[in-house]
């Protein structure tokens, strides 16, 4: 594997100099390798959306390097924009950025700045309206005619016809109803799958980023306190108590029944994951047949 991302003492503080000053990402290094999904908790002014931010240069760090493939992005700041492509954003409520007068023109408004044209933007954008589960049928409509949900999936796929290299979605499922979050993470996940490049995925939602995450970064105070394989993670209950957040549920009943000496395995993540676990128990005591 490769590095993809690499942070050096990256900080960044807002009104600085002045008395509303704030260190929202304080000092912070990491590498993400190519092709990780990296899921990124914390409680709420823990800096998420600050350090998301600054990967592809929406703002500029205080101090530190953000490095993609091994280079400075701040290194020419006239090829800023250059890094935005390769670093797909979609914003908490994307929908509110959808402005053209069809879907169509809006999913192609990216891989058009970046000088697709003819076929391969057709075959882009459809390509993404496809990941995102929008019907082709909705393409011709306008963006204001369309559900909540098919809003969020075009605004999503607008962002997925640039085919960046690191996708970085900010609670892409927030005030979607449960079926919505579940459709739309599992074809985030898809496009992990088929695309096989980077994604980041800020979330609020424990459960979901358990089943999909390689990684996960914990973030506290500005600090990813804790920054490793999911498993790992939410194994260490006690300590993401500390920082404000919790296990899914299923892991803490699990945790629960090993802890009343019942032999289920650690670290499980999924209610599948679970009742593998639970069925040859209760087969073996006769419950089960
Ligand atoms: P999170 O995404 O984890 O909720 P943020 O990155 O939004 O965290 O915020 C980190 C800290 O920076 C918080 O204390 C927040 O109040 C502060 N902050 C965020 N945006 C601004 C801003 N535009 N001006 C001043 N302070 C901000």
Not at 56 to 61: A, F, Q, T, V
Not at 90 to 108: A, G, H, R, W
Request: charged share 25%.
């Amino acid at each position: 594997m490769s590095c993809v991302l690499e942070l050096k003492n990256l900080s960044f503080v807002y009104g600085k100099g002045t008395p509303f000053e704030k260190k929202a990402v304080d000092n912070v290094s990491l590498k993400i390798e190519k092709g990780e999904f990296i899921g990124v908790i914390g409680h709420t002014g823990s800096g998420k959306s600050t350090l998301m931010q600054m990967l592809n240069g929406l703002i500029r760090p205080s101090s530190g390097q953000v490095l993609l493939d091994g280079n400075d992005i701040w290194a020419q700041p006239k090829k800023i924009r250059d890094v935005r492509f390769r670093v797909g954003m979609v914003f908490q409520y994307p929908e509110y950025q959808l402005f053209e007068e069809t879907v169509y023109k809006d999913i192609s408004f990216g891989p058009q700045n970046q000088g697709k044209e003819g076929e391969a933007l057709d075959k882009a954008v459809r390509d993404a309206a496809d990941f995102t589960g929008l019907k082709p049928s909705l393409l011709e409509k306008s963006p204001f005619d369309l559900s909540g949900g098919e809003k969020r999936r075009a605004a999503i796929a607008g962002v997925i016809a640039m085919d960046p290299e690191v996708l970085v979605l900010d609670e892409p499922t927030a005030g979607l109803d449960p079926m919505g979050r579940e459709v739309l993470l599992s074809q985030i996940v898809r496009y992990h799958k088929e695309r096989q490049n980077t994604v980041l995925l800020v979330t609020h939602t424990m459960e979901d980023i358990a089943r999909v995450a390689d990684r996960i970064i914990v973030m506290n105070k500005g600090r990813p306190e804790m920054f490793a394989p999911t498993k790992e993670i939410f194994s260490r209950g006690d300590e993401l108590e500390a920082f404000g957040l919790r296990v899914p549920q299923i892991t803490a009943i699990m945790r629960q029944l090993r802890d009343k000496g019942i032999d289920v395995p650690e670290g499980v993540l999924s209610v599948d994951e679970a009742f593998a676990a639970l069925v040859p128990l209760l087969q073996k005591e006769g419950k089960l047949w």
